[in-house]
């Protein structure tokens, strides 16, 4: 394969790309599964102004290097190949689904202004599925709730969720790694910093023993037992270790590197906030978006490529422009949960920071306003996110890079959904 013509500041991609290109190829010959692509996804039209998407004609595979980079070269780019002869890569997409999504089962009232794609509703049968396995896994395996929080469990749909951001993953096994991994971070969350028992006090130490479910500790014969015997100590660590063996067992090493390092980045957020919240600190805004970056979603869209039953090469996962592709999706969809969990975070007790109250509090605004430049701020991510990673399918045309891209986006459009359209857990406030 040529090396793609690049700008200078690209420089490095096309090395990649050469000393790679061979491996990827035959690496995803090998480890493809069923491949169900994301769909195409016409972007809403939210109030707010947004750049014009124009038609696009179906795709090869793998597109023209010549491509402007632009959020209509992400819809193109994202899109997967169409066309005569090409339904057989689309195992898991009924014949009969219609070209726009359906409206959502459910009340779906998007946050206005927001700038997002719409998705259809995932698989019922598949979401019906996955979420009878991880409840029996939640209950008989980790023993992770007690009878009281059953409803909060089924509330989050979690099922649902996972089906949604993962429209490629070949199996319902492949969904379940996911699945844990979700219920396994949210338990974390909840029990050690928030809802259900969580303390600013101490989490530094609770964090470094729940990782080492994630990343395993190596010490002596006369105390390995005692550590071994921990991980069963409370329920986020018997879900961590639980969810890790079982993503062990499908993720290559590099994979499940890569997912260690981002948790530890999660954990890293979890600390400053908690750090925060004993000094009755409210940072300022940039401060609390660089926490963001770390306290965020991004080890979910990260491991798109283990879900979807393939593998991003590790050189290819860490060039910078993929780095700054998964960063920016990451930011995106947590910036959409501040905006959708705003009123539950402010009825609960003490201050909660969320963006927008961060914004009001540092640059003086009314509530109204500071949310509604919440939104603008998302918005500017999103669009960042969408140019970025044309420029990068455009820049390295790998199957893999094309494929993982794919996978981001569906993240992040599936994630705006399920917050969107779970209204057991959100509720907008009333600024319109």
């Excluded at 750049?51 to 491509?67: C, D, K, Q, S, Y």
């Excluded at 193109?76 to 726009?100: D, H």
């Excluded at 592709?325 to 969990?341: E, K, P």
């Excluded at 909660?352 to 914004?359: F, G, K, R, S």
Aim: proline share 11%; charged share 20%.
């Amino acid at each position: 394969m040529p090396d793609p013509d690049l700008s200078p500041e690209q420089s490095s991609l096309p090395e990649a790309a050469a000393r790679f290109g061979a491996y990827v190829l035959a690496e995803a010959a090998a480890r493809a599964r069923d491949i169900t692509l994301a769909t195409g996804r016409p972007p809403a039209a939210p109030p707010a102004p947004a750049p014009p998407v124009a038609a696009v004609p179906p795709e090869p595979a793998v597109p023209a290097v010549e491509v402007p980079a632009s959020a209509g070269c992400l819809k193109r780019v994202l899109r997967g190949p169409s066309g005569l002869g090409t339904a057989g890569l689309y195992p898991a997409r009924r014949a009969e689904a219609p070209e726009v999504p359906e409206p959502a089962p459910v009340e779906a009232i998007p946050v206005p202004g927001l700038y997002f794609h719409p998705v259809p509703e995932p698989d019922p049968v598949r979401v019906a599925e996955v979420s009878r396995r991880i409840k029996a896994w939640a209950v008989d395996e980790v023993d992770l709730y007690p009878d009281d929080w059953e409803e909060e469990f089924d509330g989050f749909s979690v099922g649902r969720y996972m089906a949604v951001c993962h429209p490629d993953a070949p199996s319902v096994d492949h969904l379940m790694l996911a699945t844990r991994l979700m219920v396994a971070e949210n338990a974390v969350d909840d029990c050690y910093c928030e809802d259900h028992g969580g303390s600013p006090i101490g989490l530094g130490g609770r964090l470094l023993l729940a990782h080492t479910a994630l990343d395993p500790l190596h010490t002596t014969a006369e105390y390995q037992p005692l550590w071994a015997e921990s991980l069963h100590a409370d329920a986020p660590r018997r879900a961590y270790r639980s969810a890790m063996e079982y993503f062990r067992e499908a993720a290559g090493p590099s994979q499940a590197d890569r997912f260690r390092h981002d948790m530890a980045r999660l954990h890293l957020g979890y600390l400053a906030e908690a750090a925060w919240a004993q000094t009755d600190h409210v940072p300022e805004v940039w401060e609390y978006l660089a926490m963001r970056q770390f306290n965020n979603f991004r080890p979910c869209p990260t491991i798109t490529d283990t879900v979807g039953g393939y593998e991003l090469p590790a050189d290819l996962h860490a060039q910078p422009a993929m780095q700054r592709v998964i960063a920016l999706a990451g930011n995106a969809t947590t910036i959409v949960n501040d905006l959708y969990s705003y009123t539950k975070e402010l009825a609960g007790p003490g201050r909660h920071l969320n963006l927008p109250v961060v914004i009001a509090e540092r640059e003086k605004l009314s509530d109204r306003d500071a949310y509604l430049k919440a939104i603008e701020v998302h918005n500017d991510l999103m669009r960042d996110f969408e140019s970025e990673a044309a420029a990068l399918a455009t820049a390295c045309p790998l199957p893999s890079v094309q494929r993982f891209l794919r996978g981001v986006a569906a993240w992040v459009d599936g994630n705006h959904h399920w917050h969107q359209t779970n209204t057991y857990r959100y509720h907008l406030p009333n600024y319109w």
